[in-house]
């Protein structure tokens, strides 16, 4: 999740990361796409009771999707938190791998905290 710095519009965020950043982080990578979603304000009178998204019109939700196992390329999104944070255009404020259930399976619950 990137939040955008106050004054940084979408567009200046998204030319730098599809011009300049995302080709190199990308070149040469296990990650096979990224994709990009911007949170919507609720409305006043929401239809159930859900926890509201703070400040959503400066943060950006990234997904990842990787052809090998998240480790194998963490550290670019370490690097991505280091660099965005560089450019003062916003700040990486929550980034965790996913990892998806073999179904029927107890896999990755040793893992849990």
């Known amino acids: 999740m990137i939040e955008r710095a ?3 519009s979408q567009d200046e965020l998204d030319r730098w990361l599809r011009g300049t950043y995302l080709p190199a982080m990308l070149a040469g990578s296990p990650i096979a796409a990224c994709a990009t979603w911007s949170p919507i304000a609720q409305e006043n009178t929401p239809p159930m009771d859900i926890p509201r998204v703070e400040r959503p019109g400066q943060l950006d939700l990234q997904l990842y999707f990787l052809d090998a196992e998240p480790p194998q390329a963490w550290e670019r999104f370490v690097r991505l938190g280091t660099d965005v ?9 929550f980034a965790s791998p996913w990892l998806p259930t073999v179904v029927g399976t107890d896999t990755y619950t040793d893992q849990l905290w």
Do not use: D, E, I, Q
């Open 85 to 93: 944070a560089a450019t003062g255009l916003g700040r990486v404020v």
């Open 6 to 8: 106050p004054g940084v």
